[in-house]
Nanobody, 122 residues
Framework: QLQASGGGLVQAGDSLRLSCAAS????????MGWFRQAPGKDREFVAAISGSGGSTSYADSVKGRFTISRDNAKNTVYLQMNSLKPEDTAVYSCAARRGNTYSYYPSQYAYWGQGTEVTVSS
């Protein structure tokens, strides 16, 4: 089970940190991803991290502004979002898939959190 939190209403240029807490004792064996879905748009890949935390990947639209990290001792993955833009407004969801290797495709993730809403005003 995944529980995402940390969303909110911020102004352009502000920062937010999203958290996703996982239950269970096999968190280190799960690759994690963050996806987002804006109103009227398809869900899109934002960032992902391998189970070990040694490999990460980002969508071009967030590269240099967002950082994904994980604390396997706390069964938690984070998404630090800096320099937020209005186009970052969306519902952000964390997802998990078994194995060390992440994927860019939502269909490859078996477990999903409920989503947390991020709204960036201009």
């Amino acid at each position: 089970q995944l529980q995402a939190s940390g969303g909110g209403l911020v102004q352009a240029g502000d920062s937010l940190r999203l958290s996703c807490a996982a239950s269970g004792r096999t968190f280190v064996s799960l690759a994690m991803g963050w996806f987002r879905q804006a109103p009227g748009k398809d869900r899109e890949f934002v960032a992902a991290i391998s189970g070990s935390g040694g490999s990460t990947s980002y969508a071009d639209s967030v590269k240099g502004r967002f950082t994904i990290s994980r604390d396997n001792a706390k069964n938690t993955v984070y998404l630090q979002m800096n320099s937020l833009k209005p186009e970052d407004t969306a519902v952000y969801s964390c997802a998990a898939r078994r194995g060390n290797t992440y994927s860019y495709y939502p269909s490859q993730y078996a477990y999903w959190g409920q989503g947390t809403e991020v709204t960036v005003s201009s």
